[in-house]
């Protein structure tokens, strides 16, 4: 059974920064994925970022190319989301998910519904308010 406690969370000015953290416990399959998602009020949960496990390639989302960047600390078991130049529409409910890599792939990515999918092992969130 996997764990995943997020941290990080806080208020910035438009255009500013925020790193986020992923703490994972229990046990990792070699197949799977962790994942950041966000979910706005009102609005429904959409991908933001991923890292396989299997080979550490990350994928994101059109929206946040180039100005986010998710990586992994395999020492500290933490997966972090570097998030700079964050914008006036996107405070949220950040969370952590744990998923097969195809999946995740697929909803980071916009191809796969998120409802569609199987995951099913998540955080609790962090909220990120961005705010003049």
């Known amino acids: 059974q996997v764990q995943l406690v997020e941290s990080g969370g806080g208020s910035v000015q438009p255009g500013g920064s925020l790193r986020l953290s992923c703490e994972v416990s229990g046990s990792t399959l070699y197949y799977y994925a962790i994942g950041w998602f966000r979910q706005a009020p009102g609005k429904e949960r959409e991908g933001v970022a991923c890292?396989?496990?299997?080979?550490?390639?990350?994928y994101y989302a059109g929206s946040v190319k180039g100005r986010f960047t998710i990586a992994r600390d395999n020492a500290k078991n933490t997966v972090y989301l570097e998030m700079n130049n964050l914008k006036p529409e996107e405070p949220a409910v950040y969370y952590c998910a744990a998923g097969l890599i195809p999946q995740m792939v697929g909803v980071i990515t916009g191809i796969v519904p998120i409802g569609s999918t199987s995951m099913n092992t998540w955080g609790k969130g962090t909220l990120v308010t961005v705010d003049s």
């Open positions: 890292n396989a496990l299997s080979d550490n390639s990350t």
